[in-house]
């Protein structure tokens, strides 16, 4: 597929915007590992290979195995997630797919169990943020493969 329009080219202060309430949540205090974990799992649900291939490049200089990112889409069945990481994936599959159950009390009482208001909330916001730049690069076909993860300083 051919890249159709380079988004952080055009609305440049749409974009910037974007990119401010990103930085935000990734300043929010959850955990990196956790907050990649969420933005793979969403960008999977969503089918966004750019960004599928994004945060499992960043998520793997955060301490993130290869099995755990390989049983990501089966994390119920699989015994390598926390509790906390578990309650998060629930929250994050139960708001991309918003539409479908209209996120379940259980699933809430679940994610209280292991997140103060503050962090359900941030990672609401986070929730959030990598459902929209999913939605953004599959419109606009952004090439997987061509992410580099910034090197670390």
Known sequence: METRIDYSQHAPNL???YLHLNHAVESS???RSLLE???TR???INGC???VDMHTKDARPNGETEQRLYL???WREAPFYTDRERAAL???EALTLVSRDQVPTAVYEEARQYFSDEELVSLSWSIVVINGWNR???AFRAEPGKYEPKKPA
């Open 29 to 31: 205090g959850l955990e």
């Open 72 to 74: 990501l889409n089966a």
């Open 49 to 51: 290979a750019y960004c």
């Open 90 to 92: 629930a929250w994050t």
């Open 15 to 17: 974009y910037r915007a």
């Open 42 to 44: 969403a960008s999977q």
């Open 136 to 138: 953004i690069a599959i």
């Open 37 to 39: 974990l969420v933005k």
